[in-house]
């Protein structure tokens, strides 16, 4: 059978979700997808030559993405992009590659966007970014979380509340903290919303039981500390009820890690809410949050529903009677 030596362009496809949801606040991926035109009238597709390019720069980047066997006639073909820096869009070029050599090639421009309402695998917010990852402020509330850095906080008037550094340690790193000072009143509100999130079904009939591990680092000093609630809000819920995760008072001068399950049922969204104590030594900071797939491996710490009354000290004075006990009848 006779083939044309050149390659027809290939097509891409572009009704995908894309970008890529990454956990690393500076970098972002992009799902390439393409179909080949007319693949059966020419030589194999032994591979793909993908060039790019930041826009409005001149140099391009070049790798091979290799083909195996017969590509069909509609086939969808995905090649991931990654390490690419945010904001940043690029020029994207592909090349279709036979034994015969190149074919036409196909161009368009990959830009960050970011995800909407993104299908849940692995979410990761560190609040390095001043979108802080599509989190938001309730507008019912009282006031606002804010995000800062310790290098540029000014603790002059509340020296001792607040986090000195974000939880990796660093001075320059972000975090998300409600300040307690006037004009704010004891039991005031801040809550900051999660995307929402959309849970994929599991089973023929549309629903799901998926878990979650909900994780944070918080961070809770000062003597008029009040109280950091955690509530699941599915998307058929008009308000929060009873919180999942919930801990007050002065928890000392570092961060400590909370993780609870969830088992959400239809998209959702995780609300942190920051209640202002009794007076202005009270600022609350929360950083890295995540939600993971499947529940978390440590047992949830402060998980409300673990707040059955400990054995521990029964099992202590047990061992102090039966030492006791043996001293008495080795002396007798």
């Known amino acids: 059978m006779y083939y044309p030596r050149k390659a027809y362009p290939p097509e891409f496809y572009y009704d995908t979700y894309s970008p890529l949801w990454q956990n690393r ?15 059966n009238a020419v030589d194999r597709i032994m591979a ?43 020029e994207v070029r592909l090349t279709p590659i036979t034994r015969f050599g190149k074919g036409d090639s196909t161009i368009r421009i990959v830009k960050y966007s970011a995800p909407i309402n ?4 692995e979410f990761h917010c560190s609040f390095e970014e001043e979108p802080i990852c599509m989190f938001t402020q309730e507008k019912s509330d009282n006031f606002d979380w804010t995000r800062h850095s310790a290098a540029t906080r000014d603790t002059k008037y509340t020296p001792n509340t607040g986090p000195s550094s974000d939880h990796s340690g660093s001075k320059q790193g972000f975090y998300m903290y409600i300040e307690t000072s006037r004009p704010r009143l004891e039991g005031d509100k801040a809550r900051l919303l999660s995307p929402t999130f959309n849970v994929a079904p599991k089973n023929p009939y549309g629903t799901t039981s998926s878990a979650y591990c909900f994780g944070f680092y918080y961070h809770m000093y000062g003597k008029h500390i009040g109280t950091l609630n955690a509530y699941l809000r599915s998307k058929s819920q008009t308000t ?12 000392g001068e570092h961060w400590k890690q909370a993780k609870v399950n969830i ?33 978390c491996g440590d047992p949830p710490p402060k998980n409300l529903r ?27």
């Open 306 to 332: 673990s707040r059955a009354p400990s054995t521990t000290p029964h099992i202590g004075q047990l061992c102090v009677v039966l030492l006791l006990l043996a001293l008495f009848v080795h002396r007798r």
């Open 48 to 90: 793909y030559r993908l060039g790019m390019r930041q826009t409005g720069l001149q140099r391009w980047w070049e790798q091979e993405i290799p083909i195996d066997g017969m590509i069909q006639k509609g086939e969808l073909i995905t090649h991931n992009l990654t390490e690419l820096i945010k904001p940043e869009a690029y």
């Open 25 to 39: 606040p500076r970098v972002y991926a992009f799902r390439l997808q393409w179909t080949q035109m007319n693949p």
């Open 118 to 121: 993104p299908h849940l695998r």
């Open 263 to 295: 088992q959400p049922t239809s998209a959702f969204q995780m609300v942190l809410e920051g209640v202002r104590g009794p007076g202005i030594e009270g600022d609350i900071a929360i950083d890295d949050v995540t939600i993971e797939e499947g529940e």
């Open 240 to 251: 929060t009820e009873s919180p999942i995760w919930t801990l007050s008072g002065n928890q």
